[in-house]
Protein backbone atom coordinates (compact mmCIF):
# COMPACT_ATOMS: atom_id res chain seq x y z
CA UNK A 1 0.00 0.00 0.00
CA UNK A 2 1.57 3.59 -1.16
CA UNK A 3 0.54 6.19 1.30
CA UNK A 4 0.33 9.99 0.34
CA UNK A 5 1.86 12.49 2.32
CA UNK A 6 0.37 15.71 2.31
CA UNK A 7 2.67 18.58 3.55
CA UNK A 8 0.58 21.37 5.97
CA UNK A 9 1.64 24.69 6.09
CA UNK A 10 2.04 26.48 9.05
CA UNK A 11 1.18 30.37 9.74
CA UNK A 12 4.34 32.50 10.03
CA UNK A 13 2.59 34.55 13.00
CA UNK A 14 1.92 31.74 15.28
CA UNK A 15 2.56 28.45 13.94
CA UNK A 16 -0.93 26.82 13.61
CA UNK A 17 -1.32 24.55 10.87
CA UNK A 18 -3.34 26.19 7.76
CA UNK A 19 -6.28 24.85 5.81
CA UNK A 20 -7.08 25.85 2.17
CA UNK A 21 -5.63 27.33 -0.49
CA UNK A 22 -1.94 25.28 -0.79
CA UNK A 23 -0.11 29.14 -0.93
CA UNK A 24 -2.05 30.54 2.36
CA UNK A 25 0.90 32.11 4.98
CA UNK A 26 -1.45 33.66 7.51
CA UNK A 27 -4.66 31.52 9.37
CA UNK A 28 -5.98 35.27 9.32
CA UNK A 29 -5.58 39.17 8.73
CA UNK A 30 -4.66 39.36 12.77
CA UNK A 31 -1.31 37.02 11.93
CA UNK A 32 -0.86 39.13 9.09
CA UNK A 33 -0.48 42.50 10.56
CA UNK A 34 1.06 41.10 13.91
CA UNK A 35 3.70 39.36 11.32
CA UNK A 36 4.43 42.30 9.71
CA UNK A 37 4.35 44.89 12.74
CA UNK A 38 7.06 42.66 14.34
CA UNK A 39 8.97 42.42 11.52
CA UNK A 40 9.06 46.30 10.31
CA UNK A 41 11.68 48.76 11.16
CA UNK A 42 10.18 50.05 14.78
CA UNK A 43 13.07 53.34 14.24
CA UNK A 44 11.06 53.92 11.05
CA UNK A 45 8.03 53.92 12.71
CA UNK A 46 8.72 56.28 15.80
CA UNK A 47 10.35 58.42 13.42
CA UNK A 48 6.78 58.69 11.81
CA UNK A 49 5.10 58.81 14.84
CA UNK A 50 7.46 61.76 15.63
CA UNK A 51 6.98 63.56 12.66
CA UNK A 52 3.38 63.19 12.75
CA UNK A 53 3.59 64.96 16.66
CA UNK A 54 5.60 67.81 15.59
CA UNK A 55 3.18 68.47 12.10
CA UNK A 56 -0.26 68.56 14.81
CA UNK A 57 1.99 71.25 16.77
CA UNK A 58 2.88 73.40 13.88
CA UNK A 59 -0.92 72.76 12.56
CA UNK A 60 -2.11 74.10 16.28
CA UNK A 61 0.93 77.30 16.22
CA UNK A 62 -0.59 78.19 13.41
CA UNK A 63 -3.89 78.28 14.27
CA UNK A 64 -2.97 80.40 17.51
CA UNK A 65 -0.82 82.64 15.49
CA UNK A 66 -2.56 84.04 12.69
CA UNK A 67 -0.87 87.61 13.10
CA UNK A 68 2.69 86.91 13.71
CA UNK A 69 3.17 86.58 17.68
CA UNK A 70 0.55 85.05 20.28
CA UNK A 71 0.78 84.86 23.53
CA UNK A 72 -1.44 82.06 24.90
CA UNK A 73 -1.86 80.04 28.31
CA UNK A 74 -0.45 76.76 28.33
CA UNK A 75 -3.58 75.06 29.22
CA UNK A 76 -5.01 76.00 25.62
CA UNK A 77 -2.31 74.14 24.25
CA UNK A 78 -2.74 71.44 26.48
CA UNK A 79 -6.53 71.45 25.71
CA UNK A 80 -5.28 71.30 21.87
CA UNK A 81 -3.11 68.44 22.43
CA UNK A 82 -0.20 70.20 21.99
CA UNK A 83 3.18 67.99 22.70
CA UNK A 84 5.63 70.14 24.10
CA UNK A 85 8.46 67.68 24.44
CA UNK A 86 7.90 67.35 20.17
CA UNK A 87 9.67 70.34 18.20
CA UNK A 88 11.90 70.29 15.30
CA UNK A 89 14.84 72.73 16.29
CA UNK A 90 15.91 75.11 18.76
CA UNK A 91 16.44 79.04 18.83
CA UNK A 92 18.36 80.91 21.39
CA UNK A 93 17.99 84.95 21.26
CA UNK A 94 20.95 86.97 22.37
CA UNK A 95 19.12 87.34 25.96
CA UNK A 96 18.65 83.53 26.39
CA UNK A 97 15.06 83.21 25.57
CA UNK A 98 14.66 79.88 24.71
CA UNK A 99 12.49 78.92 21.19
CA UNK A 100 11.39 75.73 20.40
CA UNK A 101 10.49 75.23 16.62
CA UNK A 102 8.32 73.29 14.67
CA UNK A 103 9.39 73.94 11.25
CA UNK A 104 8.68 77.25 10.61
CA UNK A 105 5.97 78.18 14.16
CA UNK A 106 8.60 78.64 17.54
CA UNK A 107 7.11 78.37 20.59
CA UNK A 108 8.58 80.15 24.37
CA UNK A 109 7.61 79.11 27.29
CA UNK A 110 7.19 82.13 29.74
CA UNK A 111 5.44 82.43 33.45
CA UNK A 112 3.83 85.74 34.43
CA UNK A 113 2.75 86.44 37.81
CA UNK A 114 2.60 82.54 38.18
CA UNK A 115 0.66 81.75 35.18
CA UNK A 116 2.19 79.08 32.83
CA UNK A 117 2.02 81.13 29.37
CA UNK A 118 3.47 80.50 25.98
CA UNK A 119 4.93 83.22 23.21
CA UNK A 120 3.87 81.71 19.59
CA UNK A 121 5.71 83.73 16.88
CA UNK A 122 6.28 82.76 12.90
CA UNK A 123 9.94 81.35 11.90
CA UNK A 124 12.12 84.75 11.35
CA UNK A 125 15.07 84.93 8.97
CA UNK A 126 17.49 85.29 11.46
CA UNK A 127 16.66 82.06 12.94
CA UNK A 128 18.21 80.12 10.09
CA UNK A 129 21.50 81.56 11.41
CA UNK A 130 21.77 79.53 14.84
CA UNK A 131 25.11 77.78 15.89
CA UNK A 132 24.62 75.39 18.63
CA UNK A 133 28.07 75.58 19.04
CA UNK A 134 28.09 78.81 20.21
CA UNK A 135 26.94 77.83 23.77
CA UNK A 136 29.64 75.38 24.08
CA UNK A 137 32.63 76.52 26.44
Given amino acids: MSGSFIE ?17 IFCDSNC ?4 HYQNSNHEQVMIKNLTSHVRNNRRILK ?23 NFSSIYVTGRGDVYYLCFN ?4 PKVERGIKKVVIVNRQEYM ?4 PWSFVK
Avoid at 32 to 35: G, I, L, R
Avoid at 73 to 81: A, E, F, I, T, Y
Avoid at 128 to 131: A, G, H, Q, R, T
Fill in 128 to 131: KEFD
Fill in 63 to 85: TLCYQGKAIVRKSVLDSMGFRFD
Fill in 105 to 108: YAFS
Fill in 32 to 35: KSAY
Fill in 8 to 24: TNYCKHCNKPLFGRSDK
